[in-house]
Nanobody
Framework: QVHLVESGGGLVQAGGSLRLSCAASGRTFSNYAMGWFRQAPGKEREFVATIWSGGATRYANPVAGRFSISRDNAQNTVSLQMDSLKPEDTAVYYC?????????????????WGQGTQVTVSS
C-alpha cells in the first residue's frame, strides 16, 4: 500500500523559510515524477512544483525563484525548500506521485497523495 507523509509545515513570518519533506513508502518511486500542490481556504488545489524522474524541475509562476524542489531516490523522499515566504503562500501543502516519469502541473496526472501539511505565513 502506497503511503505519503508530509512534514515540515508550520507558522512563519513573511520573508522567512520552511522546508517541507515527503516520505513515500509502499513502492519504489524513482521512476515516477513527484510533485507539490497546495490548497488555500476557499480556493482550488493548485500546482506548486514538480520534479521528473530524471531530475528536471518545473515551478508555478508565483513560486519560481523562491521555492526549490528536490528528491532523494535512495530515501524515497521529495522536499520543497520555500524561501522568501509571503502571506499568499499560506495553504495546506500536499505531495503527490505522478503516473509517469514526466511531471506536469495537472493534478489528474498524479496517482497518490499525502494528507497535507499546513503552512501559515504571517504578515
Amino acid at each position: 500500500q502506497v503511503h505519503l507523509v508530509e512534514s515540515g509545515g508550520g507558522l512563519v513570518q513573511a520573508g522567512g523559510s520552511l522546508r517541507l519533506s515527503c516520505a513515500a513508502s509502499g513502492r519504489t518511486f524513482s521512476n515516477y515524477a513527484m510533485g507539490w500542490f497546495r490548497q488555500a481556504p476557499g480556493k482550488e488545489r493548485e500546482f506548486v512544483a514538480t520534479i521528473w524522474s530524471g531530475g528536471a524541475t518545473r515551478y508555478a509562476n508565483p513560486v519560481a525563484g523562491r521555492f526549490s524542489i528536490s528528491r532523494d531516490n535512495a530515501q524515497n523522499t521529495v522536499s520543497l525548500q520555500m524561501d522568501s515566504l509571503k502571506p499568499e503562500d499560506t495553504a495546506v501543502y500536499y505531495c503527490a506521485v505522478g503516473s509517469t516519469g514526466y511531471g506536469t502541473p495537472r493534478s489528474g496526472n498524479y496517482n497518490y497523495w499525502g494528507q497535507g501539511t499546513q503552512v501559515t505565513v504571517s504578515s
